[in-house]
T-cell receptor, first 114, second 115 residues
Framework: AQSVAQPEDQVNVAEGNPLTVKCTYSVSGNPYLFWYVQYPNRGLQFLLK??????LVKGSYGFEAEFNKSQTSFHLKKPSALVSDSALYFCAVRDHNQGGKLIFGQGTELSVKP | DAGVIQSPRHEVTEMGQEVTLRCKPI?????LFWYRQTMMRGLELLIYFNNNVPIDDSGMPEDRFSAKMPNASFSTLKIQPSEPRDSAVYFC?????????????FGPGTRLTVL
């Protein structure tokens, strides 16, 4: 079965420091991977996706993610964190075997302190 | 485009009452998804439609839950009768795709509280 895992429930970073939110996946076939962000009392917002091609994917708000096939990972990164980046982040994989629906991770709470 | 529209944004009801949540997808999108989010269970897919037809309803928790999509611009999720454990935030999302759904766009959610 297709799945994603976000091993950290919470990540704490100081403003201005680089941040990484981890995601690993398990899929059969080529992975289609996504990152979403959820701000308090809001719906999920699409950040970026990997379908094929360059392993480094750039997305919204200065975020990027690195696809690593050998480690089956798709970590979200940002060179310099902002307090406004504090939110809940979800990694997701498209399940090719079940009509293409998304399988979401449990989410990682990112807290950026001034 | 206004994005995915959900109503109401907040709903408080008493146990046993019928609850209807509404969703208007982004124009031109042919996939529509209903999710439920709780602290305990995270984000769960309840059901999704393609071209107004339900494709996968395996996530619908029980017969008290039903969903319809009478046309391309409107869907409802109904809970009858409602129970306190149904309290959650319910999201609708839409996308378009060629045989497979692409990036999903989420609505703001409906926060349901069942007393």
């Amino acid at each position: 079965a297709q799945s994603v895992a976000q091993p950290e429930d919470q990540v704490n970073v100081a403003e201005g420091n680089p941040l990484t939110v981890k995601c690993t996946y398990s899929v059969s076939g080529n992975p289609y991977l996504f990152w979403y962000v959820q701000y308090p009392n809001r719906g999920l917002q699409f950040l970026l996706k990997y379908i094929t091609g360059d392993n480094l994917v750039k997305g919204s708000y200065g975020f990027e993610a690195e696809f690593n096939k050998s480690q089956t990972s798709f970590h979200l990164k940002k060179p310099s964190a902002l307090v406004s980046d504090s939110a809940l982040y979800f990694c997701a994989v498209r399940d090719h075997n079940q009509g293409g629906k998304l399988i979401f991770g449990q989410g990682t709470e990112l807290s950026v302190k001034p | 485009d206004a994005g995915v529209i959900q109503s109401p944004r907040h709903e408080v009801t008493e146990m046993g009452q019928e609850v209807t949540l509404r969703c208007k997808p982004i124009s031109g999108h042919d996939y529509l998804f209903w999710y439920r989010q709780t602290m305990m269970r995270g984000l769960e897919l309840l059901i999704y439609f393609n071209n107004n037809v339900p494709i996968d309803d395996s996530g619908m928790p029980e017969d008290r839950f039903s969903a319809k999509m009478p046309n391309a611009s409107f869907s409802t999720l109904k809970i009858q009768p409602s129970e306190p454990r149904d309290s959650a935030v319910y999201f609708c999302a839409s996308t378009k795709g060629d045989r497979r759904p692409d990036t999903q766009y989420f609505g703001p959610g409906t926060r349901l509280t069942v007393l």
